[in-house]
């Protein structure tokens, strides 16, 4: 996995608010700040964010879990990104495919998107 810059950080930290409030019935009873503490606090965490982003994709909040005081972040652009299409992430499952085998393979969790911090 590849560092993020402060730069991008920053970036993605100023989209996902933006979508955040844009978008208020996916994450009720959450608030941006602790969000924004919590990527913060875990700067690796958003290489995952950044690439859903880089991609084409619409990363936002949609919950959170107590126990494990995580967030959850889903993909929730209202299509596939073109370049997340035809995109197979398990071998066994790509062999398994008779027709309409996926273009692209990816491995070991490379592209992470739907991602708990």
């Known amino acids: 996995m590849e560092?993020?810059?402060?730069?991008?950080?920053?970036?993605?930290?100023?989209?996902?608010?933006?979508r955040f409030e844009k978008h208020t019935d996916r994450h009720k009873g959450l608030e941006w700040e602790n969000v924004q503490f919590k990527l913060e606090s875990n700067p690796d965490k958003m290489w995952s964010l950044n690439e859903m982003e880089s991609t084409g994709g619409g990363p936002d909040v949609v919950g959170y879990d107590?126990?494990?005081d995580e967030y959850m972040f889903y993909d929730c652009s209202a299509e596939s990104?073109?370049?997340?299409?035809?995109?197979c992430y398990d071998r066994e499952a790509l062999e398994s495919r008779k027709k309409y085998k996926p273009k692209n393979l990816q491995w070991k969790g490379h592209l992470l998107w739907g991602s708990n911090f």
């Open 3 to 18: 560092e993020t810059s402060s730069e991008e950080i920053e970036e993605v930290l100023k989209t996902l608010r933006r």
């Open 66 to 68: 107590e126990e494990k």
């Open 81 to 87: 990104p073109k370049g997340r299409r035809s995109v």
